[in-house]
Every structure is written in C-alpha cells, then in structure tokens.
C-alpha cells in the first residue's frame, strides 16, 4: 500500500461557479461568492484523506489558498473555511507563491498543475487532485 494513495475521482464534478456563469468577474468581487461557495462533491473524502497522509508524515492539515485581487475574498474564503473546516488552520499563499510554503514533510493536494510542479521543485509533495482543466480529469 503507497503512503500517497490516488484521491478518488468518481468522474463526477459538479463546478461550485456554474450559478455565477454570465457575470463571474463582478461575482468574484462580492464576499458572499466566496462565503457561500459550494463544496465540490468529494471535499471531505479528501479532507479525510488528507488527515491520514498528514498522520503518516507525523504533520498536520493546513488550508493553502491563493486569494483572488479582491478585498472581499480573503474574509470570504476564511469564514467559508471556518464553516466547513474549523479547527483547520488557514494560509493565504499571495502572488501565486505556494512553492515557499514547500518542505521535506509537506504536501500540495491542488487542481493547477503548474502550482504541484512548482511545489515539488521547491522541496515537497505534490498531488493533482483529477479537475476538468487538467490532464489527470477522465
């Protein structure tokens, strides 16, 4: 059995930005997008998931976002996190900058392939979870 067993992909995604389609840049400025926004179906499958690998790593689980260039994300994404995750700590990765947040120890689960690439360059762990915008989506 791998310590980095595959997140399961049922083939079913059902995107958290379908009601917000016509007008998802002025959406994305308004704090209740972010506060409000939807679980993907497999969130605390992954969740779970997570807590297995971070205890066989002898680590924690942490929530590392990238905040979207509107003052309103950043509170809306951390009381969406409170809502779904408490007791989960929270980081903001600024200008894209995931890699700095890179150790022995540590693990990316993200849907952006450039960011697992970017993170496992600078020293640790990364896991695409499968999405429809990347190569790992059947």
């Not at 995750?85 to 450039?114: S, W």
Request: aromatic residues 12%; proline residues 9%; positive net charge.
């Amino acid at each position: 059995s791998s310590l980095y067993p595959q997140p399961v992909n049922h083939g079913k995604y059902s995107s958290p930005y379908r009601p917000y389609r016509r007008s998802l840049k002025s959406a994305m400025k308004e704090y209740a997008f972010w506060r409000e926004m939807p679980l993907v179906d497999d969130a605390y499958e992954l969740f779970m998931w997570c807590h297995v690998l971070a205890a066989n790593l002898r680590t924690c689980v942490s929530i590392l976002t990238h905040p979207q260039p509107h003052h309103s994300c950043i509170m809306g994404k951390l009381n969406w996190a409170r809502q779904h995750f408490p007791d989960t700590p929270v980081a903001f990765a600024i200008e894209n900058c995931k890699p700095t947040f890179a150790g022995r120890t540590d693990v990316l689960v993200d849907d952006c392939l450039d960011n697992v690439i970017r993170f496992k360059a600078a020293g640790g762990k990364g896991i695409l979870l499968p999405r429809p915008w990347n190569p790992l989506y059947k």
